[in-house]
């Protein structure tokens, strides 16, 4: 299990889970690239790494408003 809890990553009652699951994601991926194209090795797996980004504050999402889904 990856620590921290997702109930200590929502921060607002209007954010959900699977928002941050794909914020998550994206960091990862965003990590994983500039790893491979610097040609670093990373000491962590970069899921764990965008977790703890968002845990620590370095990263940060948010919710759409609703006005951005056309119907």
């Given at each position: 299990?990856?620590?921290?809890?997702?109930?200590?990553?929502?921060?607002?009652?209007?954010?959900?889970?699977?928002?941050?699951?794909?914020?998550?994601?994206?960091?990862?991926r965003?990590?994983?690239?500039?790893?491979?194209?610097?040609?670093?090795?990373?000491?962590?797996?970069p899921?764990?790494m965008?977790?703890?980004?968002?845990?620590?504050?370095?990263?940060?999402?948010?919710?759409?408003?609703?006005?951005?889904?056309?119907?």
């Amino acid at each position: 299990m990856i620590y921290p809890a997702v109930s200590t990553l929502i921060k607002e009652e209007r954010q959900c889970r699977y928002s941050l699951v794909i914020a998550v994601a994206k960091e990862a991926r965003t990590i994983a690239e500039r790893a491979n194209n610097n040609k670093e090795r990373l000491s962590e797996k970069p899921i764990k790494m965008a977790v703890n980004a968002f845990s620590d504050g370095k990263a940060v999402y948010s919710e759409p408003d609703g006005s951005e889904i056309e119907e």
